[in-house]
């Protein structure tokens, strides 16, 4: 019997006409590739190896994430923005939490800020190891990736000491964290910190002034500033187009205001640069989670903020007070009613600027969500930054725009 399930990305891929020449030569890179960090197709035009013509196709993960949001009341949506950007999960736990706080105008206790910082940026660090790792690997450095997991996975051991999970850590909650830190917790960040610069000078020795490394990089996928601008291109992006602008510096958000520590910037505008670019990232991160170990060590005990009519009590009073279990039993199966109201909160994530744009209507789950998803807009720029280049440049571009698949889809 003939299948009659309708393919649905059948008519917009049959809408896309090249026009082209006989000696050009139309091929399809994915959806199922090595390379496409994820479930993305390239519909190149190559005139021999050269790419005249770059159409990215999106949605092969589609889970309809944001119309979940207005189906789940807001604490129930929280897990869920642990699969947008999977590998900086607490990232996009925070945007989310960080929106709503600011729905509820609630501000969460110094300590809490504190261990969000300390998440923010250890997830910074995995994200850059494992982008480091798989792009060095893409364009054919086998070692570099070995060393670079080998720090991941002690940053994963602190995460999962914390939370108990090392992917998908729902570490965050509307108005503060779950736990406060286990003892030696941040006795073992500490002797992270002192160990990670060198760690970093270590893959900078393998590939920084490796001839094949700057052959595969310098020169290639060359963005200019207005084009970084044109395209909404935020992050290590944009900087390594000599845009200074980081959002926890421009609009600081958590402890950033407090920390100190600069925001690197490249001119050239090639993926070169862009690496240079990340490797310090890694150790201004590094700089900040020392301050943030003494930021820690001088905070008041005090984990979620107080707010009755919107967040559940302390463990110790719901088990103990009539009042603080009959409020956790409403919040929990109807969910709070935030104010009307509409909100855009935006952070720095890993890959660039991540914002949640919350309409509220009073009711317990959103009327409206929307995620600005960093790597959506940079997906984008595929059909303009891909053209003129080789099809081994593409692997070079894929990696080094540090994607993921996760939260384009959404």
Request: charged fraction near 25%; proline fraction near 5%.
């Amino acid at each position: 019997m003939e299948n009659q399930s309708p393919n649905r990305l059948r008519p917009f891929f049959e809408n896309i006409a090249f026009e082209r020449e006989d000696n050009r030569m139309v091929i399809n890179m994915g959806p199922q590739h090595p390379s496409a960090h994820g479930q993305l197709r390239l519909i190149l035009e190559l005139d021999g190896e050269m790419i005249t013509k770059a159409v990215p196709c999106v949605g092969y993960m589609h889970r309809g994430m944001e119309k979940m949001a207005e189906n789940m009341i807001y604490n129930e949506f929280l897990p869920t923005t642990d699969r947008m950007d999977y590998v900086a999960a607490s990232s996009t736990n925070y945007g989310f939490a960080l929106a709503v706080e600011k729905l509820l105008d609630i501000q969460a206790p110094r300590r809490a800020e504190v261990i969000r910082t300390m998440l923010l940026e250890l997830n910074r660090l995995t994200s850059h190891l494992l982008w480091l790792a798989t792009h060095a690997l893409d364009v054919g450095a086998m070692t570099i990736f070995l060393y670079a997991f080998r720090e991941r996975e002690y940053i994963l051991d602190l995460i999962e000491d914390y939370c108990g999970a090392r992917l998908t850590h729902s570490a965050v909650r509307i108005g503060g964290v779950p736990l406060d830190l286990p003892e030696g917790w941040t006795a073992k960040l500490a002797a992270f910190c002192e160990k990670f610069p060198s760690d970093i000078d270590d893959y900078e020795g393998l590939l920084t002034k490796n001839r094949i490394w700057k052959m595969r990089l310098e020169g290639v996928g060359v963005v200019t500033p207005e084009q970084a601008k044109s395209w909404g291109c935020t992050g290590v992006i944009l900087r390594g187009s000599g845009v200074e602008w980081d959002i926890r510096k421009e609009e600081p958000y958590a402890l950033y205001e407090e920390l100190d520590f600069d925001v690197p910037v490249a001119k050239e505008g090639d993926s070169y640069a862009r690496y240079l670019v990340y490797m310090e990232e890694m150790r201004q991160s590094t700089r900040m989670l020392k301050q943030l170990i003494r930021l820690y060590q001088e905070s008041e005990p005090g984990i979620m903020a107080h707010a009755p009519r919107y967040l559940s009590a302390p463990k110790e009073q719901i088990m103990t007070q009539n009042y603080a279990l009959m409020q956790h039993f409403v919040l929990v199966t109807q969910g709070m009613r935030p104010p009307k109201g509409e909100v855009y909160v935006a952070t720095e994530s890993p890959k660039g600027e991540l914002g949640f744009y919350i309409n509220s209507q009073g009711d317990p789950y959103p009327y409206r969500l929307k995620v600005r998803a960093p790597s959506f807009f940079h997906c984008a720029f595929y059909q303009e930054w891909m053209v003129g280049l080789y099809l081994a440049d593409v692997v070079t571009i894929l990696g080094n725009s540090n994607i993921i698949l996760g939260e384009i889809d959404r």
